[in-house]
């Protein structure tokens, strides 16, 4: 029996976890309402889109469907306990994910069909786009460090790349994409990261000379963070075209700049932009960061007989690293993006599978350049916010 005290309380509030109540409904909406999968006699021809319902019948539709029912009622009522059967629930949906494609192309393609292959619908990419969605929200509710988070995903993808290596999802027409241009594909995936890896190395060697310089003439700061501004809302085409002019000058006028490469199209003014894309955020953070570290702390220093070299070098730089790190992260997810439109101007990388299959309706073809790019941003995104991490909490245990 309740006591006085929580009868005129009320009934208790129920925790809900709101989150998981909005995208899991629309999960099994997607989940059997539109196409998951398709077959195609050929790369030319349409294909047959296949519900979850046209795939494995109405009755075995809905007893999958109480994977992420099950979820919502989790939810309704939220713990931790019933938290981490929703996260081992969606775990297990996104490990089930490459195994059912493989199942389906197994009963769907026939030896008699050569050149027929499944394409992922629309049902698909919602899911998979819900499923990542749900799992960030369980991370920041059960508090999961960095080394469980990223064991997890690596079984996820080590799953999926079991599916692959076994040639159970050699049907998948991304697949049969990326065997047909396997070698052109490294080359790209190559090249993407080294022109990203050059740019953000510049942009930081920059980034890092303008800070001092700013630090030793204040007089400079609002025309360099003026004109890096203005270099930022340049659309990147219209950067494009601004580059090209001058630089195929430099390359006409100059033979051993065009003997380097240097011209009008190609990876010069693809450089050349990034870097110029790159130094705003990288320039403002690391400006932000050395300037923002207490005065107090810099007094110690000088107390104790530090030279400015030494304050620099000992107690500035140190402290205001994490920061300076995020404008890097900031600056390698940006450039990872940017460089696929560099493709338009014949620099080549992971964008010029994407245009090439904009230009082919393939689009296919436009997830073979795409996918890896949002891969690539993620690891490097996950990787820098790690170290920015471990560096703000060695700072703090020191």
């Not at 988070?149 to 999802?169: C, F, Q």
């Amino acid at each position: 029996m309740p006591t006085i005290t929580e009868s005129l309380k009320g009934p208790r509030s129920v925790s809900r976890n709101s989150v998981l109540l909005v995208l899991m409904p629309i999960l099994v909406l997607a989940l059997l309402g539109l196409d998951l999968l398709s077959v195609q006699p050929n790369r030319i021809a349409a294909g047959q889109g296949y519900s979850l319902i046209d795939i494995v019948g109405v009755g075995v539709a809905m007893l999958l469907a109480l994977l992420p029912v099950s979820v919502i009622l989790l939810a309704w009522k939220e713990t931790k306990g019933r938290l981490w059967l929703c996260l081992g629930l969606v775990t297990l949906m996104l490990l089930a994910m490459p195994w059912g494609i493989a199942w389906f192309s197994s009963v769907s393609i026939g030896e008699d069909q050569p050149y027929a292959r499944v394409g992922l619908g629309s049902g698909f990419w919602v899911m998979l786009f819900l499923l990542m969605l749900v799992m960030i929200e369980l991370k920041g509710r059960l508090s999961l460090s960095r080394f469980l988070w990223a064991g997890l995903w690596l079984v996820i993808l080590g799953s999926t790349l079991a599916a692959i290596l076994g040639g159970w999802l050699d049907p998948l027409s991304l697949m049969q994409e990326y065997r047909s241009r396997s070698d052109q594909f490294i080359e790209a995936l190559r090249y993407h990261a080294l022109l990203v890896g050059t740019a953000v190395g510049i942009s930081l060697f920059v980034a890092a000379g303008l800070c001092l310089a700013m630090r030793r003439s204040q007089a400079l700061r609002g025309g360099v963070f003026s004109l890096l501004s203005i270099i930022q809302t340049i659309p990147s085409l219209a950067l494009f075209g601004l580059l090209l002019a001058p630089l195929a000058w430099l390359g006409a006028t100059y033979p051993w700049l065009g003997e380097m490469g240097v011209q009008g199209i190609g990876w010069t003014p693809a450089l050349l932009a990034l870097i110029g894309y790159s130094l705003l955020p990288m320039t403002r953070n690391a400006y932000v960061a050395l300037d923002g570290v207490e005065a107090n702390l810099i007094e110690s220093a000088r107390g104790m007989g530090m030279s400015p070299r030494q304050i620099f070098l000992q107690v500035r730089l140190p402290l205001a690293l994490p920061v300076m790190i995020e404008g890097v992260r900031i600056t390698s997810v940006q450039a990872i993006g940017l460089a696929a439109v560099a493709a338009l101007i014949g620099a080549g990388g992971l964008g010029t599978f994407i245009f090439q299959g904009l230009g082919q309706a393939a689009m296919d073809m436009v997830l073979l350049g795409a996918l890896p790019i949002i891969l690539m941003a993620l690891i490097v995104d996950g990787l820098l916010s790690a170290l920015s991490a471990s560096l703000r909490k060695g700072r703090l245990n020191g």
